[in-house]
């Protein structure tokens, strides 16, 4: 399911699939796309880059379109892979950083950027 909140730049999008469950946060307000892996019990953050990552009215658009009509081809799909690297827990400088909401997600998690 995916919840655009307009008023707070964010959009949540939560994907229950078994061990391959996660949520994930697009914080436009703070620039960070955050996703917690339930069955790595880990967060995986990543600077959003214009030239990859949708505006927030774009996301909306590419959902509904998505939603009525089941198979569309878009240029805009949004497919990331993330890496193993180094870990790091959130300290007080990251979370300023990634804002509350990516916190509320991510606290007490190893954090992969």
């Known amino acids: 399911t995916m919840t655009i909140h307009n008023d707070k ?3 949540e ?3 229950r699939s078994g061990i391959y469950s996660s949520d994930t ?4 307000s703070k620039g960070y796309i955050a996703t917690r ?3 790595r019990k880990a967060c995986f953050i990543l600077k959003i880059s214009k030239s990859y990552i949708p505006e927030l009215q774009e996301i909306g658009r590419l959902a509904f379109e998505r939603k ?3 198979s ?3 240029p805009n799909n949004v497919w990331v892979e993330f890496q193993s690297g180094h870990s790091l827990f959130g300290n007080i400088k990251n979370w300023f950083r990634y804002g509350e909401h ?3 997600l991510c606290s007490g998690l190893p954090l992969y950027q």
């Not at 946060?25 to 436009?28: L, S």
């Open 13 to 15: 999008v939560h994907v």
């Open 72 to 74: 569309i081809y878009s």
């Open 25 to 28: 946060i697009f914080d436009y």
């Open 68 to 70: 009525t009509m089941k």
């Open 9 to 11: 730049q964010i959009v």
């Open 37 to 39: 892996l339930f069955s």
């Open 102 to 104: 990516i916190k509320q």
